[in-house]
Each structure stands twice: as C-alpha cells, then as structure tokens.
C-alpha cells in the first residue's frame, strides 16, 4: 500500500474531497515524523509502537574485498507490532 492507496481509501471511506484526504494522511506523517525525530515514541493501538534506537560505531568487512571497515554510528527506525495486529495477521 501506498500514500496514494492511504489517500484513496480515506476518500472513499469517509467522503472527504482528495484534496483533504491528502491534507490529512501528511498532516499524521508529518507528525509521526516531528516525534520520532525528538526521539519519542509513536503508539498507535492496535497497530504498534515506532521508535528510534541509536547504533553504536562497529567493525564490520566489505564482502568483495575481505578489508575491515568502520560503520559508523546511525539512528535507525524499530517497529514492533501490538499484539492485536499480530493476533489478526496469523488468523
């Protein structure tokens, strides 16, 4: 599914014009976005919590040459669904 898909499926359910479908579907984006940069977390019931995790500087080796390489410190995004969705997605 798409940003698009989301958009049309908020028309079609709800009857919003487009114009505000999308005006909504960035406006939660947006703000899912402005909280995980601020190293909050984002739980949605239901659904699942988003959080940001820090990963520590690492040695790790290129696969074509065998050399040893450095990888650097990074923020990457974790996901973990709820138990509801889980429960709906093995039913």
Same mark, same amino acid.
């Given at each position: 599914?798409?940003? /698009?898909? *989301? ?5 079609? %359910? =709800? ?18 976005? /402005?909280? *995980? ?5 984002? %739980? =949605? ?47």
């Amino acid at each position: 599914m798409t940003k /698009a898909d *989301l958009v049309d499926s908020i028309y079609e %359910k =709800i009857g919003l014009s487009k114009k505000e479908s999308i005006q909504i579907v960035e406006l939660v984006f947006e703000i899912m976005r /402005a909280e *995980l940069e601020k190293g909050n977390k984002v %739980k =949605i019931s239901g659904f699942g919590n988003f959080n940001v995790r820090d990963k520590n500087i690492r040695r790790g080796r290129n696969p074509q040459t065998g050399d040893a390489i450095e990888i650097s410190a990074r923020s990457v995004l974790n996901f973990k669904a709820s138990p509801v969705l889980k429960k709906a997605l093995n039913e």
